[in-house]
Structures are given as C-alpha cells and as structure tokens.
C-alpha cells in the first residue's frame, strides 16, 4: 500500500518561510507527477504547484516568484518551499501523487494517491 506523509506545516509571520515535505512509502514502481494544493478554510481547492517526473514545474499566479516545488527521487519526496509567506497562503495543503505500482504478474497500475494534509498559518 502507497501511502504519501506531509509534513513542514505550522505557524508563521507574515514575510516568512516554511518547507513543506510530501513523502511516498510503500511498494511501488514510480512516482510521477506530483501536485500540491491547497484548502482555506471557506473555499474551493486549488491547485498551487505541479513538478512532473523529469522535474518541469508549473505554478498558480499568485504563488509565482515565492513557491518552488523540487522532488528528491532518491528519496521519494517532494517538497514545496515556501517564501515571502502573506496571510492569504494561510490553507490546508495536501499533495497528490500519480503513482505507477507494478504487479507480481508484471501488471503495471496507475494509483491516485492523497496525503493527509498539513495546515500552514500564516499571521499578519
């Protein structure tokens, strides 16, 4: 079973930074696209950063310049580093993960895999 961990959430000042980490345990094949979202409270989901397995990145505008998404493959993880934190990043961020998990048989699966959420509070 492929299970992802988030972790690096917590309380800062505005104008500050967090790490966050999206850590993939379990028995599986790779892990390809990763994603990473976030929930305020009152508010739809929103997709923030995006690093495909070769490492291209994308970005929502307003995290643009302050945000950067990078994976360690090595370790399977991906992290999301957050700078020049406002009070507006304040949400529930969670990755996503397209895994590919592969069979005794050799079957290879695709596998939609969610963390658990990290809560990032961001004071004024």
């Known amino acids: 079973q492929v299970q992802l961990v988030e972790s690096g959430g917590g309380l800062v000042q505005a104008g500050g930074s967090l790490r966050l980490s999206c850590a993939a345990s379990g028995t599986f094949f790779s892990m390809n696209a990763v994603h990473w979202y976030r929930q305020a409270p009152g508010k739809q989901r929103e997709l923030v950063a995006t690093i495909i397995s070769h490492g291209s990145t994308n970005y929502v505008d307003s995290v643009k310049g302050r945000f950067t998404i990078s994976r360690d493959n090595a370790k399977n993880t991906v992290y999301l580093q957050m700078n020049s934190l406002k009070p507006e990043d304040t949400a529930v961020y969670s990755c996503?993960?397209?895994?590919?998990?592969?069979?005794?048989?050799?079957?290879?699966?695709?596998?939609?895999?969610w963390g658990q959420g990290t809560l990032v509070t961001v004071s004024s």
């Open positions: 996503n993960a397209d895994i590919t998990t592969r069979s005794n048989g050799g079957k290879f699966r695709s596998l939609d895999a």
